[in-house]
């Protein structure tokens, strides 16, 4: 006899996958291979951008000192100071700072411990884009905009880089991914408003004003396109401006009220004001090119369109010297939110695929325009700002088409992108004709057969469409990942960084991947002091031509990619770094103002001896200097001056009570202002004059030491 089956009431429910099965498949709606692709994409950015981490070594030492700082002081810590006795900051807040403090104070000071932060941010800054475009344009879109942000140039470097950059382009995705969650529906907006408040809050703690460029258009996008009632929107609205208030400035009032004795001088400023900071150096003179105290002081520089930074209009970002790190998939980008926009232009007014374009194309368009014509200081790596908007823009753009694709206008605009991307990329790799020259001639020839095959896309068989496609999509790559490939296998080091192959950046002028040194390609503004005290004569004064903080000729003009980094000498004539480092100037004379000094074992072994006597090992002029000499032995090094040497901190009178304190033992000698005509009132000058005139100096290796306890 049979056992009759079970009624629905005593029917055994279907065993629950476990959380390990779960993780690996996913929502039960997807396809089975839409989990394994997402978590293959993440390990491979993973694997990819910790390999040869280390080859960096402190990457850029201004930041890298201040992490040491806080983590041996939690008063370093919150207000980010140079060094643990907190006598200045860094030029910006402190958030960026943070995460790799508390991962050297758990783990010890070292090149992974410091970097390894910045690798799961540009980790997460993956997901985090993967997972907004998904929501409405599939998981194929997803994973193509995570792909093209992983294998952009700059984001290789920055995402394995200390400068706050990495930290900044993960909240300003998490802040568009929580407002396109808030357009979804009108229930449950209020709450991801305000997650996005809390992330550009936090940006703001992290790169100040750069965090709100994107803030206008994601406002207005809210404003017009969510499905709350008018009156609605404007409260939810208020609320995030709120939590944006909140999060990002209760730091910055905690700062200002904090009594100035008992705290470090706010590095960057003029006047000792985190305020001024944000408005002035930071904030407007970005903008305007006035930024008091910085290099070449204020406005003025170069006369002309851009003054001493570069040439500003709309093609800058296209021009020699920023194209390779963010531009290759630009042209794209553009064509792609052209016709996403062109597609859902009958939809409803609260459309979510066309809130998702108009959100991820304003925040696009309106860096690009800011970042196009700022005639103040700028910097290629800056661009990795860019990077999600544009990879979201190709995911979503590519997806939105190819579904469309058996209508003319959309397989043409597939086309049309993908022959634009072939053409673009073989002028980016015309501009480094030795670097694998067949690649630029197979990028065109692919691409443009892949543009040909799309145009019959929407008519053919679909494995057909499938693998033009995919042939569109690996000649649009190929530029950008070789460049990339090339970013991973070499170190980076000092303040001024640049993707890719030698003559990437700074349109061939320097050492390649390195960094430019200066405004223009290399170049000093004119009058600039030099660090050996000499003037850039006509405006010309190469960097390689200056003296390094030792007073020694870098050994090989403008490059030495496997020299010193930032064309440092050991002070005490110690071994150089290994090869393939790249220094802040590329191997310029400038070593102690744009990369940390390279201290030798006789120098460190002198700053060590007694160090616990003292609140300050050392004191030297300009913070890459200091920084040199406090990673080298963990003692807190005095900054004069800060970044520049321009900041009017320490004074001279205030100098002079901490020598007669005994609180500084050895004046370091060497470092310069850097600030230009109208540049900032810095001190460095009239103490070390002081120095000299009252103290006995000794030389270690190329370096000249004051005795602060030993006066004449």
Known sequence: MTT??????????????GRLARLWRGRPDDAPWVRPAFLGLLAVTTALYLWNLSASGYANSFYSAAVQAGSESWKAFFFGSLDAANAITVDKPPAALWPMALSVRLFG????????PEVLMGVATVAVLYAAVRRRFGAGAGLIAGTVLALTPVAALMFRFNNPDALLALLMTVAVYAVLRALERAEGATKWLV??????????????????LVLPPL????????????????GQLGLAGLALLVSGGWWVVLVELWPAASRPYVGGSQTDSFLELTFGYNGLGRINGNEVGSVGGGGGRGGGQGGGWGETGLLRMFDDSIGGQISWLLPAALVLLLAGLVVTWKAPRTDPARAAFLAWGGSLLMTLAVFSFMAGIFHEYYTVALAPYLAALIGMGAGVLWEERSRLPAS????????????????????????????????????????LGLLAAGRTDRRFGLAVAG?????????PFAYTLETLSTGHQGSIVTAGPAGAGFGGRGPGGGGRGFPGGGELP?????MDGGQAPDGTGRPGGTQNPDGAQPPDGMRPPHGFPGGGRPQDGGPPPGPGERGGLGGG?????????????????????????YTWTAATIGAQNAAGYQLATEKPVMAIGGFNGSDPSPTLAQFQRYVAEGRIHYFIGGGSSMAGPGGGAGSGSRISAWVQENFSSTTVGNATFYDLTSPK
């Open 4 to 17: 009759p089956p079970p009624t629905a009431a005593h029917a055994v429910p279907p065993a629950r996958p």
């Open 109 to 116: 000071l070292g090149s992974w411990q410091i970097l390894l």
């Open 195 to 212: 997650a996005a408040g809390v992330a550009f809050g936090f940006g703001f703690l992290t790169k100040t004003l750069q965090a709100f």
């Open 219 to 234: 406002a207005l996008v809210y404003a017009v396109c969510a499905p709350a009632r008018p009156l609605k929107r404007c």
């Open 412 to 451: 043409a605009g597939l086309a049309v992108a993908v022959g634009v991307t072939a053409w673009w990329g073989w002028v980016l790799l015309g501009r480094t004709p030795d670097y694998v020259p067949w690649l630029r001639w197979t990028v065109l020839g692919a691409g443009a057969a892949a543009a």
């Open 471 to 479: 042939l569109g999509l690996a000649a649009g790559l190929a530029g």
């Open 526 to 530: 004119a009058g600039t002091p030099r």
């Open 589 to 613: 004379g400038l070593g102690g103002l744009l990369n940390g000094t390279v201290v030798g074992a006789e120098a460190r072994a002198k700053l060590l001896q007694d160090a616990g006597a």
